[in-house]
């Protein structure tokens, strides 16, 4: 979650609804008549979806990628690092589809596609779930393209996600101690998040969350149903 600001939006999705911009990307790759022979995922946040996409087009031959790239972090040069290469072969003389679940700069995409391209493959798209108009690429399949930035929290890392949100909206609030109810209203305050759409997105998750901060802890148990920040 890096370098964000102290208030920002976020949106709260779940499994169906993902699996749903999985099939739409599908849709798209289809009607295009693109038959990818390999799905590049991006690590880590493209890998339900490039399975996904594997499943819903009839492919076996699925490889990860991670890129970390340093935005204005001069040290660390400009250079993009690769993380997780992929495997001799992968991808030579085959048609690529690059899998990522957001674009949010647009910089993992670009420099995957790069990466990619200088492994002689025959043909590379690229497809993301989501796309934020922040982006400077513009993915050959988009599965949504959302109008106002928000900070979307998939499924796959809603303990990890709603943790950082939680300990940091604590951290901003002076109070001593925090009920969930506290949570809930400290959430919508700082980070939009209803409790009404988070209950229909993911019910009876926050109590989930709150555990697992305390087995970790984040946070302290400080009886009647209230927690401290240690
Ligand atoms: P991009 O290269 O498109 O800007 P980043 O490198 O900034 O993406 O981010 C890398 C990963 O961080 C994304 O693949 C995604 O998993 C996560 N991420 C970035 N922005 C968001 C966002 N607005 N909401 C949720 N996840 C995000």
Redesign the pocket.
Known sequence: MGDLPEEFPCTITNWEYIYGLCRTVSDDVKADDFEPDVVVA?AR??WFAGRTLCDFLGLDDLTSLKIE?YVGTAAKGDEPEVRYPMPEGSVEGKDVLIV??????????AHASEYVNDRNPNAVRTATLQL?QT?EVEPDFVGERLEEW???VYPWNFIEDMIDLTESVMEKAEAEQFSEGDVRSLLRAYHEIDPIEMEIAQPDRLEEVLTEMERRDVIEYAGEDCWTVP
């Open positions: 991006l946040g493209g790239h990522d679940d957001i674009a949010d700069t647009g910089q993992s995409i934020l982006s928000a900070w979307v």
